[in-house]
């Protein structure tokens, strides 16, 4: 008899495909099943944030307005006389929320802080990597857009800033890697994503220039080594 | 800034204004008390000035974007926020002179952008006093 008979095939095939009978190689309609998806752009759900704990024990120098003002918090303190030690990396772990009006208030304080911190934000860059990069590992799209724009104004808040974050590409960039295909190719139609500046590789692509821009000589090849798909833009 | 039209003062106010302002040796010969009655008659004479008619912005502009920023935060404008909160200068940005950080009636403090923040939307929420 044949070696190729039905025993023996099957005896190759289940060896060589454990996954899948030899029944279904031989039929004419079998597809192997892949590897199961890792789950890169997945979301992941958030943790319970400090910055909830403390907004809700009231410890933050912020007051609610219930006038009919939506994009404004008000400072019971003056921003000047804040430790950005303290404050900033806290309210940059509030990034992390979706819900409101946790997300509101961190988001309009960072912008308030950083607008107005001048050379205080530079000492504290090192405290806003981890809350940064635990935002970012999320992977949610809403709070990576926030991130992205929170990021992009971080960089140009005050002088050296861009510079200071470059030993920290290893930890921001891979996430960014990720993400950076996100775009639409809708030919002659109009993004309107890209418009309300929604569209992650857009805004991917505006954070990875303003880090060369601002951040030196060795920010591009840092870059580089993290997004080897970068292009430079000097 | 906010420009508007400020009634004629009277000439008295002004002579205690021209004091103020004027070389050392006038400021010398003003005795303490006379200088805080000047002082305190300003507050008041300042406390009279009101608007005399309204009317809501059509277009924006420099003005109509701090306007609504002293409105943002509770005022008419600038000449309320100085007889209220008592104060000479309001903070603005360097770069483009819009109000930077306002104090609130409670105590609380608005800070607003280098930008615009007043959309053509809300434009023709914004009153325009005048005096």
Redesign the interface.
Known sequence: SSIFNKRNVQRIVESSYPRCTAMEFLSEQSVVRGPPPAGSIKPRPAKRTAFRKFYERGDFPI?VQH?G?AN?I??????ENLDYHYFLPLFFDGLCETEFPYEFFARQGVH?LL??GGNKILPVVPQLIIPIKNALNLRNRQVLCTTLKVIQHLVVSAEMVGEALVPYYRQILPILSIFKHMDVNLGDGIEYSQQKRENIGVLIRETLELFERYGGENAYINIKYMIPTYGSCM | MVTHKVPDLPTCLEEKHSLGESSTSCKEELNTNDTKMSKVSEVVTKADIKPKSMHRAKIWSDDVENLYRFQ?A?YRDEVEYKQVKQVDEVECWPETGFVK?LQ?R??????Y??QRECEDKDVPKVKVYVY
């Open positions: 007051a006038d003002v404004k008000a400072w019971k303190v003056e921003i308030d607008e107005h | 943002q509770g950080k609130r409670d105590n609380t403090f608005y800070y952008n280098r």
